[in-house]
């Protein structure tokens, strides 16, 4: 039988203290002269001994059927994995990890040298200095190794698992067939003990043989790993949904144990090639490639196959149940099958009604492109007030019926913009702010929504809602004439909610397929929701119900934009093509489809102007634009990524778009051709004048720009027509209907300034 020596020196590369150099160095198992743990390398040396003799006087006892020793190297974790089969021991060396490695497969070794090794590792290990709790550690370990009895286990039940396959189909079969030896019940606390859940990756390393089919090929692979091959297959799988989703290539080449695997895909709605084989040390036969592989075929494969062999070994042995890693991969599997499901089926549905939902549809405001300041002359602006808000929240700042309303860290004030006057206080945390015609809505990170009443900051009424993982506060309003009060917002990440402005009560949840960021857009009596899903749907306002969907292949972002019976939205990914569509908003029917040269701004709506929809996009150069015909979809004019910083804000108006950038520059692009018509460049003496938002505010004609300052712009030909003055950084900027200006900076300050009275010359 197999020799077995447990050795612990000191590591003779560092320099430590006395005590902290006895409880390091290196702890090597050695069966039959062999270091099976060499790759372990340094660690807590003492401790990990008396850890292990613990476990082994478990194992001698008959007290464990399996247990394991977790070890620690700077960057890994790795185990050593003992478990009793009769007489004998089989020891196991892997790397706990999400692509885990196995070092050292089942070597058996005699329990009584096992044991004897141990003990004599302990008893060289206390002939030295050390630590006084590690040496009355070490000194109850070897008592319990000692005097541990040793049982008559019956060799372990190995169960032979065979066929695990997933469905048959001509394209690709994987059917595989192996053994493991299930713990018995009593002999392990995962069996023992219902309420425990732990991940057990010592149990489920089991050998066997893969084949996988296809056409007229076949390739079989003994000796593999099947569990791990399961886990790394799906983690691909994964990938090649993402790159069949967003058409993009995919090149890649993964390693599972003794198994190697590569996928190469072009891009677009190419197939796949799925190469199969062993290492190049242990290739005994040559790789196989099966070419012409459908990317949604390969996914739906290798869900099946996990499955089957999570349902195999669970039928086995119960206990797995409770395995975290076993459940973990069937979770993958399941969620894998969802969104392939979600990806591949058209569960488009057009509106037959339309005209119900039309007549809700609000008019159109006038554009603030036309005003008193389009042709007038210079602006000019006095101070109003000025007021200190420690800690000011900006995000939550709001300029509403003569109230400027700004939160902070612990309260919430309402200042008259007149005066500046406080009208009252409430405390308050930082929270997002929504203006409805029924009040003030506060909407807290942890789901809490609160009604303020505007005139005495007083709570109406509090409700709680699942908080968002991430993408802020995101929704709409309903206070039109003929439809409730209501405020829909996007709740956890795949529900919107409709909550009922009066009663603070919930009228219905829409819960999505598929997890997405979403957001809102209403339209009429409908409510548009998209974001980070393959699918966008037209929700009504009263009951949640489903109007109409669209369904395509590539995910909707949520940037959409509404303009009178037209539905503009965009599709795509952070990384490959994007489209831009557009939609009837009542009925839901696609006009036309256009795919995009070059990718547009996350989180960017299109800009619309009279003849054209202009979609920013960006590159490694800087930031540019392409737009589209309204009525074809046909490309208009694009300008090269470069033509602006990569920080910009962007604003569309009926004859020109306008782009503020964050090194000082106003441009502005015809919408026709995309020419610029002026371009101004504005001065900043310190790096820290930069505003944090950049987004220019259009009111009766003039542009307001925030810059280091704010200035007053002429778009209709470019003219400087005024600038704030002040020497606050316009970090918030907010323009009432008089063109009375407000500013706060991220300091605590705030500002105000009233437009002074413009002279006009009558005959």
């Known amino acids: 039988m197999s020799a077995i020596h447990v050795v612990v020196r000191p590591d003779p590369t560092r320099a430590r203290a006395s005590a902290e150099a006895s409880a390091s160095g290196l702890f090597d198992v050695v069966i039959d002269g062999v270091n099976v743990t060499a790759r372990i390398g340094e660690g807590q040396a003492l401790a990990l001994l008396a850890e292990l003799a613990r476990l082994v006087a478990a194992l001698v006892s008959g007290r464990r059927r399996r247990a394991t020793l977790r070890l620690y190297t700077d960057n890994e974790a790795w185990e050593v994995g003992l478990e009793a089969d009769g007489t004998e021991a089989l020891v196991s060396v892997y790397r706990a990890a999400p692509s885990a490695e196995v070092a050292v497969d089942a070597s058996r070794v005699s329990m009584a040298a096992l044991r004897k090794g141990v003990l004599s590792a302990l008893d ?36 032979k698992v065979s066929e695990i396959s997933s469905a048959a189909r001509r394209t690709l079969t994987l059917v595989a067939s192996g053994e493991f030896r299930c713990a018995e019940p009593r002999c392990d606390p995962i069996h023992d003990d219902p309420q425990l859940e732990q991940a057990d990756l010592h149990a489920l390393l089991l050998k066997g043989t893969l084949i996988a089919c296809s056409r007229d090929r076949r390739v079989a692979l003994s000796q593999v ?24 290539p995919l090149f890649r080449r993964i390693q599972a144990g003794e198994l190697r695997v590569g996928v190469r895909r072009g891009p677009g709605d190419a197939s796949l090639a799925l190469t199969l084989g062993r290492r190049q040390s242990q290739a005994t036969t040559p790789a196989l490639t099966f070419p012409e592989i459908t990317p949604t075929v390969l996914v739906k494969t290798v869900a099946e196959f996990a499955r089957a062999l999570s349902e195999a070994i669970v039928r086995h042995d119960a206990g797995q149940q409770r395995n975290l890693r076993l459940a973990a991969l069937a979770e993958q599997a399941d969620r894998l099958t969802k969104r392939l499901r979600a ?13 119900a939902y039309r007549v809700f549809s609000t008019p159109a405001r006038p554009s603030e492109a036309q005003g008193r300041w389009e042709h007038g002359g210079r602006i000019r602006f006095t101070p109003r007030w000025v007021a200190a808000v420690p800690n000011i ?15 902070s860290q612990r309260e919430l004030i309402c ?24 009040g003030l809505v506060r909407i807290f990170p942890d789901g809490r929504v609160v009604m303020h009443d505007m005139e005495t900051g007083q709570v109406r009424f509090s409700t709680k809602l699942t908080p968002r993982g991430a993408g802020g506060a995101t929704g709409a309003v309903v206070q039109a004439p003929g439809l409730p009060k209501m405020l829909v917002v996007a709740e956890g990440d795949r529900q919107v ?36 899903d393959t699918t966008m749907v037209a929700l009504e306002v009263d009951t949640g119900a489903v109007i109409w969907r669209v369904h395509e292949r590539l995910p909707f972002t949520g940037d959409l934009v509404v303009e009178g019976d037209s539905l503009f939205a965009v599709s795509g990914a952070r990384h490959g093509p994007s489209s831009v569509h557009r939609l009837d908003v009542w009925t839901g029917r696609q006009v036309w489809t256009a795919e995009l ?76 051709t995309g020419l610029p018509r002026f371009c101004h460049v504005f001065s900043r003496p310190r790096d820290g004048d930069q505003p944090r938002r950049l987004e220019p505010t259009l009111r009766a004609g003039a542009l307001f720009v925030p810059q280091h300052q704010v200035y007053v712009v002429r778009p209709r030909d470019g003219e400087v027509i005024g600038a704030v003055p002040g020497d606050l950084v316009p970090d918030w900027l907010r323009v009432d209907e008089q063109c009375n200006v407000y500013l706060a900076e991220e300091s605590g300050h705030l500002s105000a300034f009233r437009a002074l009275a413009e002279l006009t010359r009558i005959k």
């Open 225 to 248: 790993h099947l569990f791990l091959v399961a886990e790394r297959l799906v983690a691909l799988a994964e990938e090649v949904l993402d790159a069949w989703q967003h058409a993009r």
């Open 124 to 159: 060289e290990a206390t002939r030295g200095s050390c630590p006084p709790n590690l040496g009355a550690s070490l000194a109850l370990a070897r008592a319990a190794l000692a005097e541990a009895i040793p049982s008559q286990p019956a060799p372990a039940r190995v169960c």
């Open 393 to 407: 929240d900006l995000r939550s700042a709001l300029l509403v019926d003569g109230k400027l309303v700004v939160g």
């Open 497 to 532: 909610t409709a909550l009922d402005l009066v009663s603070g009560e919930i009228r219905w949840r829409h819960t999505a397929k598929a997890v997405g960021c979403f957001r809102v857009r209403r339209a009429g009596k409908l409510l548009i929701v998209a974001g980070g």
């Open 597 to 672: 040269s070059a990718r547009p701004l996350w989180g960017q709506p299109p800009l619309l102007a009279d003849e054209v929809i202009v979609l920013p996009v960006r590159d490694p150069k800087g930031v540019g634009a392409l737009a589209v015909d309204r009525e074809s979809g046909q490309p208009a004019w694009a300008q090269t990524p470069g033509v602006a910083a990569h920080t910009a804000a962007w604003l569309g108006m009926p004859d020109c778009i306008v782009a503020n950038t964050a090194d000082g520059t106003l441009l502005c692009l015809e919408a026709k």
């Open 415 to 438: 200042l008259a913009t007149g005066s500046g006057d406080v009208l009252w206080k409430a405390i308050s945390a930082r929270a997002g702010s929504v203006a409805t015609a029924s």
């Open 343 to 355: 990806a591949t089926e058209d569960d488009s549905l057009t509106n037959v009604e339309p005209d």
